[in-house]
């Protein structure tokens, strides 16, 4: 199948996500209860009430990667175009950040909406894009009250439905659910350059919430997305891209 997909139809993604407050006690009291009550399943601690110390410490962790109690504050995309002379490819990297939650939800979207509305001939493709971003982001449009683009309306959809989500993990893993394989690993197994040599998913919250440091995200998941970009190469067996293939262009983060 990867053999007829033209890379230049594919939407590549990748988002950064945090914990919705910068802490535990910045919710309120009910959101506080809700979280120490999924802090028992993340703790294993079925049989024992969870502490507002452990809730706390387990919010700043774990917080960022539910969509209920998370936020996203960076949507990076890779578009591929090929040159119509040299038939050479080249990747343009952008990304929609912002504090503002709904802001850049709504400039992706108008973006989907625009370029890559048919489910018929556009792909998306990311790394466990079907289990994380995908569903993360059709959660957060909704609870920030903001219409779904069509082609990711998506909830109820049967697999043979949404083949347009192309995600790479599950390339790898050819039916063998139990096994989860890291982009960096894949990167490092294929020969190209690791996205993980500045901050890791770990760090987002802390450079985020502490540093106020929304470029330096920004740049992180361009990198993820490029990785992406490149491991689908390796998939297709084409070159990988370098140098002057690789465009950031440049959009203000507020």
């Not at 950040?97 to 979207?109: C, G, P, Q």
């Not at 959809?157 to 894949?186: A, R």
Request: proline share 4%; charged share 30%; with cysteine.
């Amino acid at each position: 199948m990867l053999e007829h997909i033209d890379m230049t139809n594919v939407l590549f993604l990748d988002i950064e996500t945090v914990s919705g407050k910068a802490t535990y006690t910045d919710m309120d009291e009910t959101l506080q209860t809700l979280w120490k009550h999924k802090s028992r399943s993340i703790l294993r601690q079925y049989e024992e009430e969870v502490t507002d110390e452990q809730g706390a410490e387990t919010y700043t962790e774990k917080a960022g990667i539910f969509a209920e109690f998370g936020k996203i504050v960076c949507i990076s995309v890779g578009i591929v175009v090929r040159n119509p002379q040299t038939k050479e490819l080249s990747v343009r990297l952008k990304s929609f950040a912002n504090r503002d939650e709904a802001v850049l939800l709504t400039e992706f979207n108008d973006m989907v909406e625009k370029h890559y509305n048919n489910p018929h001939k556009h792909f998306f493709c990311g790394h466990n894009l079907r289990e994380f971003d995908i569903p993360y982001i059709c959660r957060r449009i909704l609870i920030n009250q903001l219409p779904l683009p069509k082609i990711l309306d998506i909830a109820g959809k049967k697999p043979w439905e949404v083949k347009y989500l192309l995600d790479t993990l599950e390339m790898w893993k050819f039916g063998d659910y139990k096994h989860y394989t890291s982009l960096k690993l894949l990167a490092a197994v294929f020969g190209f350059p690791s996205p993980k040599d500045d901050i890791d998913g770990s760090n987002v919250g802390r450079v985020f919430w502490e540093e106020d440091d929304l470029e330096r995200i920004a740049v992180y998941c361009e990198k993820d997305v490029l990785a992406v970009v490149q491991l689908m190469l390796k998939y297709k067996r084409q070159p990988i891209l370098e140098g002057e293939q690789i465009i950031h262009v440049g959009a203000p983060t507020t």
